[in-house]
């Protein structure tokens, strides 16, 4: 066995024991989704520092926790905080929950995030399902020995975010009354946000959105064959004519907007799951 498996299945055991449901589906919160968390009726809430291998929290008031109950009736396990590639951890650590979700039993994951909009079609605290992705970090969380285990050495990325599920999502949010945009993710390292020169490099490579996370979590969530749907939150323009600063109380803001609407969808969403 792979030392990367063992040490999956070592942080599997720990949830396990304390919460023995194999979820459906696995979530990732991003900025502005407490509203969602809260929904989730916890059976355990386990600190990350208690999981075996999670990475290490720098900030104590991030430290994160690991959410195991259900939603919506559908048993479900939620990261509460996520890991960035510009905290300083390697791809491998930031993508290592999404493996332990993926053993624990989870099929599908949820990825959400706040994100530069560069589609002037957007606007501020807009939902987006993502469409597709471009790897823009320089780095790559499967680069290394690869399990075979665990995935192929070179998955195919051809619908990295299911058609069906972003069908789906279209039609829960029709049902609420509203129409469900999407758009092409771009992920940078970060953690600065782009000048006006990058942003318009961005959106002629064809990127409608840009964050710094989401992407690694994907690859590796392909590399182990779970369905994935991806959110973003457009907490901020990145209008190369018509830039300003942004202030993190604005992006927070929006975040915040955005998320009380992701806080209805979601839950729709993974009613169907079932
Ligand atoms: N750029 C990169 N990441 C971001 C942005 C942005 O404009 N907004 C929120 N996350």
């Not at 520092?49 to 690991?66: C, E, K, Q």
């Not at 973003?232 to 018509?242: A, F, K, R």
Request: glycine share 10%; aromatic share 6%.
């Amino acid at each position: 066995m792979s030392e990367l498996r063992e040490r999956i299945e070592e942080a599997c055991a720990v949830i396990s024991s304390q919460w023995s449901t194999p979820p459906t589906v696995g979530l990732v919160l991003g900025t502005g989704l407490g509203g969602l968390a809260e929904q989730i009726e916890t059976a355990a809430a386990i600190d990350y520092a208690d999981i075996p291998h999670f990475p290490v929290s720098t900030a104590p008031s991030h430290a994160g926790r690991l959410v195991c109950g259900t939603l919506a009736g559908v048993p479900l396990v939620a990261m509460e905080g996520r890991f960035h590639f510009y905290e300083g951890y390697s791809l491998a650590e930031v993508t290592f929950p999404v493996r332990v979700m993926r053993l624990l039993g989870a099929e599908t994951l949820l990825l959400t995030n706040a994100a530069g909009g560069m589609n002037p079609e957007f606007q501020l605290a807009d939902v987006v399902a993502i469409s597709d992705q471009m790897n823009l970090i320089g780095d790559n969380p499967l680069r290394g020995p690869n399990d075979d285990s665990l995935g192929p050495r070179f998955p195919d990325m051809c619908d990295p975010y299911d058609p069906t599920l972003i069908q789906l999502a279209s039609e829960c949010a029709q049902e609420l009354g509203w129409n469900l945009k999407t758009g092409v993710f771009a992920a940078v390292a970060g953690p600065n946000l782009e000048t006006r020169a990058e942003y318009r490099m961005l959106r002629r490579l064809g990127a409608d959105l840009v964050g710094m996370s989401t992407v690694p979590e994907c690859l590796v969530a392909r590399h182990m064959a779970m369905r994935v749907l991806g959110f973003s939150i457009v907490t901020d323009m990145g209008l190369p004519e018509e830039l300003h600063p942004v202030d993190i109380d604005m992006v927070l803001e929006q975040a915040a907007r955005g998320g009380q609407t992701l806080a209805e969808l979601i839950p729709r969403i993974v009613a169907r799951l079932a």
